[in-house]
């Protein structure tokens, strides 16, 4: 990777060649041929990987084999608590969901509400339990199966996890973090601590059965250091290593390039999910990064560019209709569709959907409790 | 100091010149006119005290401002679990429980279950269980105040604990941490954060009150390293910075120079409190290093060293008698006490203290529940 391109869990930038992040990283193209072992259990395709939203894996093929086996695998994603839930955090949970139904799986959810805190200067843990309160409305929302999902808290569910991150983090030293994370000799001694925290629940769910379960992990892939830190560490432990979905990044509302990908702090990248549909309309007509032409004429004489052009990407992360986006894109790409309209056309696809998460979310606050784990 | 003195959490060895480490570390001495103000308040003054076994202190003048205001102070010490608990181990909690005693307050005793399982390679999370509830039993047959005293066993409490625990990591940095134990790159990640956990009690009494409550902690010297590290984010945290009782090092039987402080890892050098009248009597006749001369004869002539002899060592953190243990230094100073006669003083000390210990630990077994703090 040039060096202009960056990939860490704190941030994503850059002109991304996802082909170079397979080969760096060491993980596997999700192809035809697991896409249509896939298909034999799901019966469709969901649209995140008909067009290689989750574009890589690691050990997928193994899951398949156990799950083949009759040895039923659980999920295990999550979030960081640290402000509010933007579009871009929604695309891996919207596919988790879709997994969930369709292998019938548990699902174990992490709000480590500690790592944010730990991380950035000014954010307190006040602030991070209340955001672990807010970010767990949209899990909800999203409409995961009640009975089959558990919220892991950190600080909540120490008594749980603490012990088994202890375990983790006998097996690594700090020259070894910091070579993944890039640590420095001023990193805090809370993060440096905490990935075996975030390695926990890939394993916990076996602890507490008192047998070994395979674990699927759908995540960006600026998440997926902490995995390939831990994961030999957690067959170690005598569990085995999860296997792992990655998903590209949801640019920011001006561009991966620009600004890299959307981020909750930066009010000028982000769609919220509890943004006004006057908001989400200001945004994009503001904000969204266009592939158009600079006049009109022009546009309809050269037409516009879809690859470039943020509010097409984005349809492409939530339209699921395949035939409606080919459309779009070839109506943008021959000038008939000019960026405004293409703009109108996101909007109110955005304010659609979020009308009914925001409905759904309201509904979600008598559920959290609900949702979170008790089973210890 | 010299190199060939070693005095840390892990390890303490060597001739050990008392009034040199309160100059390096910075402490103050316990001396007659803080003893003075102790006795306003405790009417009399422990052996402990008396002998300069407590020796060294941080903030006690303040400690003991705060009382006089009306303003109580709970007391924290504790025990990391990985081995059977020796003579060594209960000096500083058979101070800590004329403390309870005379200021009638209560007392936090920390059993960190984590702490030996990241330090010791062979150590396993079932053995430090095993160990924390063995340990229990000891502390328990000292007699503690069942209502004033309360046990946090760092995995059953990482519910309290560890939301604390990060506040204070997000104020250390990695290299402040290998200057104050001495860490390398190669240290766990573990170890690292583990120091947080054990600052933790200093004030988390005063997080369950919600009101800042001062804190005594009566610790073996080596133990100082944590809250010298830790005092001052705990006082930016909000919180009082604890005072601090150092007592100094019980000698192994063969002797500080030459092994170190008693270890419960070198059979050699310990008296367990689970060991039989027997094993009491065989080890400190074969092993006891003995002040005393060569032959009988010229012992009776030039007299015993009392100074580097064990035994005699011994009986000044044991008898709590002034003056018998008066007589017994001048008669082996001057001879009319052999070393056989010595070591069976301490022998018939030991065994009827361990006897009465011992019938305690048994009726421990029913209460250690009891002591373990429920209160959240």
Known sequence: MKKDIIVTPWEVKGNIDYDKLIKEFGTEKIDDKILNRIKKHTKDIHYMLRRNIFFSHR???????????????????????????????????????????????ELWFQLPDEEKFLFKENLTMKDTEKWTYENALDVIALGFDRRKTHFLIDTRHANLMYKEAVKVAKKLTFSSAKAAFGFTNETNIGQIFYTAMQAVPAFLPSVLAGKKIPCLIPLGFDQDVHFRYTRSVISKLGYYKPAIMHCRFLPGLQGLEKQGKMSASDEQTAIYTIDSKENVEFKIKKYAFSGGRETIKEHRKKGGNPEIDVSYQWLTFLE?????????????????????????????????????????????????????????
């Open 59 to 105: 050990d997928l093929n193994w899951l398949l084999d156990e799950y083949e086996k009759g040895n039923k695998f659980f999920l295990y994603t999550g979030r960081a608590p640290s402000g509010p839930v933007h579009i871009g955090h929604l695309v891996p949970w919207i596919f988790t969901k879709w997994l969930q139904e369709k292998f019938n799986v």
């Open 320 to 376: 699921e209709d395949d035939k409606k986006l080919e459309k779009i894109y070839n109506n943008y790409k021959n000038g008939s569709l000019l960026t405004s309209e293409l703009k109108q056309i996101l909007i109110e696809k955005l304010n659609k959907f979020l009308k009914e998460h925001q409905r759904k979310r309201e509904l979600a606050k008598k559920q959290v409790e609900r949702y979170i784990y008790k089973g210890f």
